[in-house]
């Protein structure tokens, strides 16, 4: 069976077969919209998108203080986005990690860190091997605080690196749930079944794919 990540490649080829997503005239507006889900009493969300989120999700699940990761899509124009519809590029959205953590175990600050850390954000629009407008550097703010902060973060980055920061930093948008295949999933085996670890404080390096 193909992996998620195979059938895009397809998909990108014109191999894949091609579906659309249910959209009418009263949820155009959605996607533009805030990311109006609330997090559990004391949690606040984060939202970052770094690559593939694969990768991205599993460095924020070995944090201490992260309760909770999601991957999904976000910043783009359609409802109800499918993977397909992403991995096509023409609906804009970025593929990203919501975040929900402590804030009394875990400053917004350290959660910057490690989105710094994973990737390299002066590539436009790729990772590595992974090309397209869904891969780019962003994070997005829920809160004047967090804006600051990401601000204040980045200025500091682009004093450090030799070449332009092209992250984006915008509000937190509509944030849609990627397919449960998805989820954590290098934490459940990745295309091998190879596990990786998610233990708070893990080290090990992580395989972006498995």
């Given amino acids: ?7 895009s490649w397809l998909n990108k080829l014109g191999f894949g077969a091609r579906t659309e997503s249910p959209m009418d005239s009263s949820s155009s507006e959605i996607p533009q919209g805030p990311d109006d889900d609330v997090p559990d009493p ?9 690559g593939c989120f694969w990768g991205v999700e599993l460095a924020y699940q070995r944090v201490a203080g992260v309760t909770k990761t999601e991957v999904g899509y976000s910043q783009g124009f359609i409802h109800n986005p499918r993977y397909e519809d992403v991995c096509s590029g023409t609906s804009n959205h970025s593929e990203v990690v919501r975040v929900h953590y402590d804030p009394k175990e875990c400053s917004y600050e350290s959660l910057l860190d490690v989105f710094w850390a994973r990737h390299d954000p002066t590539t436009l629009n790729r990772q590595g091997n992974d090309v397209g407008t869904q891969y780019r550097s962003g994070i997005y703010f829920y809160t004047p605080e967090q804006e600051k902060a990401a601000l204040e973060s980045r200025e500091r980055q682009q004093k450090i690196l030799n070449r332009k920061i092209v992250t984006e930093i915008l509000p937190a948008k509509k944030f849609y749930r990627a ?14 079944g190879s596990k990786q670890s998610a233990g708070k404080g893990c080290n090990d390096p992580i395989r972006c794919y498995g």
């Fill in 1 to 7: 069976m193909n992996s998620p990540r195979m059938n």
């Fill in 42 to 50: 004391g949690q606040q969300f984060a939202q970052f998108g770094a």
């Fill in 179 to 192: 397919e449960e295949d998805h989820q954590q999933y290098l934490a459940k085996g990745g295309r091998f």
